[in-house]
């Protein structure tokens, strides 16, 4: 069964930075895309960034330009680096492949 593990979050204060990370359980890297979700307190999911297996990137207007998602296929893990954060991204970030399955998710805070 595969299984996605989402860590990196923190509390960080407006304008610092954040990586986060995916892992995979078993290799299905090197064939799936991976999506980067949020959901903050009282508002719906929100597609953040993905990146197709084949390192394509697409990212949400409102991260354009200060997120950055990549992959390591050999550490089967994807990355969400998050640089000059708001208060606004403040939510709990999940990552799925596409077919079903979700990790635990972490959170990330940030202070203005």
């Known amino acids: 069964q595969v299984q996605l593990v989402e860590s990196g979050g923190g509390l960080v204060q407006a304008g610092e930075s954040l990586r986060l990370s995916c892992a995979a359980s078993?290799?299905?890297?090197?064939?799936?895309?991976i999506d980067w979700y949020r959901r903050a307190p009282g508002k719906q999911r929100e597609w953040v960034a993905g990146i197709t297996s084949g390192g394509t990137t697409t990212y949400a207007d409102s991260v354009k330009g200060r997120f950055t998602i990549s992959r390591d296929n050999a550490k089967r893990t994807v990355y969400l680096q998050m640089n000059s954060l708001k208060p606004e991204d403040t939510a709990a970030y999940y990552c799925?492949?596409?077919?079903?399955?979700w990790g635990q998710g972490t959170q990330v805070t940030v202070s203005s």
């Open positions: 078993r290799n299905i890297f090197s064939f799936n895309g």
């Open positions: 799925s492949d596409g077919l079903g399955h």
